[in-house]
């Protein structure tokens, strides 16, 4: 499985933003896939998951209410709708996949930066 995140950039505090992430390769295999964010000097932390098939999200409190995963399976897509945002979201993004067998992947990550 390939990961391939896009969208991230530079945006003032309140405005918005959408993530994609593009997974390529045996993505059958994929069981849940996820958004993670890392900012200098902290620990890798979880955003949002979601399950295939269910469709079933959860969300970092942080961002609960301010952001939306969603993940189109026919595409092979996975999308974080960012609104609301603050300097505090001011990291990398990741996107994650893990398979059935539990091996996960990730991508390289975006860029996404909030000025206030």
């Known amino acids: 499985v390939r990961l391939v995140e896009s969208g991230g950039g530079l945006v003032q505090a309140g405005g918005s933003l959408r993530l994609s992430c593009a997974a390529s390769?045996?993505?059958?295999?994929?069981?849940?896939m996820g958004w993670y964010r890392q900012s200098p000097g902290k620990q890798r932390e979880l955003v949002a998951t979601?399950?295939?098939?269910?469709?079933?999200?959860n969300y970092a409190d942080s961002v609960k209410g301010r952001f939306t995963v969603s993940r189109d399976n026919a595409r092979n897509t996975m999308s974080l709708q960012m609104n609301s945002l603050k300097p505090d979201d001011t990291a990398m993004y990741y996107c994650?996949?893990?398979?059935?067998?539990?091996?996960?992947?990730w991508g390289q990550g975006t860029q996404v930066t909030v000025s206030s």
């Open positions: 979601i399950i295939s098939g269910a469709g079933s999200a």
């Open positions: 994650n996949a893990v398979q059935l067998n539990g091996i996960p992947t």
């Open positions: 390769g045996s993505t059958f295999s994929i069981n849940r």
